[in-house]
């Protein structure tokens, strides 16, 4: 397991790779949700309006 987590002279690398990814996944995780709950949010007010207009 040592050797895996050493990788060598290409550790500085790898693991600002995968450090980069990670923050990548977590931004694109939370820009996602943000959308959904704008999406809720604006057919939220819609239905609200159609309802007030009946």
Avoid at 33 to 44: C, N
């Amino acid at each position: 397991m040592a050797e895996f987590l050493d990788m060598g002279k290409h550790a500085v690398f790898i693991w600002t790779a995968y450090g980069i990814s990670a923050a990548a996944l977590v931004a694109l995780a939370l820009h996602s949700r943000a959308g959904q709950k704008a999406s809720e949010d604006h057919v939220a007010a819609a239905r609200a309006r159609r309802k007030g207009t009946s």
